[in-house]
């Protein structure tokens, strides 16, 4: 092999491995989008019908529906592609950095006794913001316009204090639909339509 | 007189096989074993023994991890992998540009 033949193995090599374009994750949305809304609904009826403290400890739930399904779509997208682009791991990782941010900021404003002011607009936004940079990185039109959609959306919670506060878990609910749940299920087509 | 130094070859990468492996998951963040299989064309056994030569270099991590009856090679490149594959490239197109002399301008094509 000469450095020409070198050359144009590694330039056959990386095109192959790149123009192999296989979108992944196309549950992953939904996996999360649909535990939250329903989570975020029943806490909402809890609080209309109880209006007690433990109504808000419901939240507890969206993690422990939301997180196995994660881990067993991440498996299946891994069984069928057998790699892992870089792409993909920065999307998990925004994604897991987002949801540690809303734990870790839900305790904090819990502590502070803020919560009932600004977690929601908080964890709106952030649902906002990680919808549009996935549609950045993806490339995926849809996914960025729902994301600056919800991203506008999440100062309406903001609207509801006072004992109005149970309000923001619908208008959350709502943002979720859209920065989540929609954008869901077009990527989903999508994948479907375009690649299998 | 022409100062041109050759660059020195590293001879772990010059192999068609390992090249590919480490081109591919260059572009990666990991790969299993059966994709890599796939992208180089090659058999198990042979696969293996590169991965293994890559392994022992430092440049790969590979893990395992058993999946029901049968296990699962992850594989991925280290730094040094990586800055050796790139130093490895930049002396092939250092090499490639000494081979094919670029014309001087107004030089006439010999028919």
Not at chain 1, 165 to 171: E, G, K, V
């Amino acid at each position: 092999m000469n450095a020409h033949d070198e050359l144009d193995i590694i330039a056959h090599t990386r095109s192959e491995v790149m123009g192999q374009k296989v979108p992944t994750g196309e549950n992953l949305f939904l996996a999360w989008g649909y535990p939250t809304v329903i989570i975020l609904l029943l806490e909402f009826f809890a609080l209309m019908w109880w209006n007690e403290d433990w109504c808000v400890w419901l939240w507890a739930g969206i993690p422990v529906i939301g997180t196995p399904l994660m881990i067993y779509f991440l498996n299946e997208d891994y069984e069928r592609t057998r790699r892992r682009t870089l792409d993909q791991n920065v999307i998990l990782l925004m994604w897991v950095f987002i949801g540690f941010a809303c734990c870790v900021g839900g305790f904090a404003m819990g502590f502070a006794n803020v919560y009932r002011q600004c977690l929601f607009p908080f964890i709106g936004l952030m649902c906002g913001m990680g919808c549009f940079m996935t549609g950045i990185i993806l490339h995926f039109r849809p996914k960025t316009i729902c994301g600056i959609i919800a991203s506008a959306l999440s100062a309406v919670p903001l609207f509801f204090q006072g004992d109005l506060w149970p309000w923001q878990l619908l208008a959350t609910a709502v943002i979720v639909v859209i920065s989540l749940i929609i954008p869901g299920h077009l990527f989903r087509r999508y994948v479907r339509n375009t690649y299998r | 007189m022409n100062t041109f130094k050759f660059p020195v070859i590293n001879p772990l990468l010059h192999s068609e096989l390992r090249l590919k492996v480490m081109v591919a998951l260059d572009s990666l963040e990991s790969a299993d074993f059966m994709y890599l299989c796939q992208i180089t064309d090659c058999t198990r056994g042979n696969l293996s023994v590169q991965i293994s030569i890559l392994k022992e270099a430092g440049y790969l991590e590979v893990s395992k991890s058993g999946i029901g009856r049968f296990s699962r090679t992850v594989c991925r490149i280290t730094r040094k992998g990586h800055d050796a594959l790139h130093a490895y490239e930049e002396g092939l197109r250092r090499l490639f540009e000494q081979q094919v002399p670029e014309k001087e301008p107004g030089e006439a094509e010999i028919a």
